[in-house]
């Protein structure tokens, strides 16, 4: 299966923005986590006072090999959102809702991982298009599994390892994600 979204989809887009994170270990992960939920915090109430205009959501797709710290980097941003609960990998329930209390108001956010995914036409079939709908924030691991159906993310993280530590490639797609990338 391709490893990112420039060989899941047939003609991807240019990036408006590219960074490279290096995180030579589980603490730079932990603190780029909480860098990233500042961001998402901060562009999620950019606009308060423009009535009727709402967060339009935002989709990360995090690619990498097993163990590169995709969930790592999700338990990191969930705590820096302010969820003290459990987080759990969601590699066999697929996905994890969490409702979080932020002061722009509540925050959905759906944590998904396709890894178990065989087929792309089982992304139809869990009938997921609606969470990425709702203006939520929707973190998906091994988004490749789902084909080119996810379609063009806001941002997509790409991890690799590299030496002791790792490598963010962090590639953002949208002016959300965009602004969102210039944040952290």
């Known amino acids: 299966m391709p490893d990112s979204l420039t060989r899941s989809i047939a003609n991807p887009p240019s990036a408006l923005l590219e960074r490279r994170f290096d995180l030579p270990g589980e603490d730079a992960t932990l603190a780029f986590g909480g860098c990233f939920a500042q961001a998402i915090l901060k562009v999620r109430g950019a606009n308060p006072n423009v009535p009727g ?12 090999d097993l163990g590169a710290g995709k969930t790592t980097l999700v338990r990191a941003t969930l ?8 987080v759990r990998s969601p590699t066999y329930t697929l996905v994890e809702p969490y409702s979080l ?20 036409a089982e992304w139809v079939d869990a009938g997921f298009r609606e969470y ?37 490639t962090a590639r953002a797609f949208s002016q959300t994600g965009k602004s969102c990338l210039e944040s952290c």
Do not use: N
């Not at 705590?79 to 459990?86: Q, T, Y």
């Not at 944590?111 to 792309?120: E, G, I, K, V």
């Open 53 to 64: 205009e709402r967060f339009p959501g935002l989709q990360v797709q995090l690619t990498g």
């Open 79 to 86: 705590r820096a959102l302010g969820h003290a609960g459990r």
């Open 101 to 120: 209390a932020t002061q722009a108001g509540p925050l959905e956010l759906y944590h998904f991982d396709l890894y178990r995914f065989t087929d792309p």
């Open 132 to 168: 990425f709908e709702s203006g939520a924030v929707c973190l998906i691991e091994w988004p490749q599994r789902a084909g080119g159906l996810l379609g063009v993310p806001d941002i997509e993280f790409k991890l690799e390892q590299e030496g002791e530590g790792r490598v963010l």
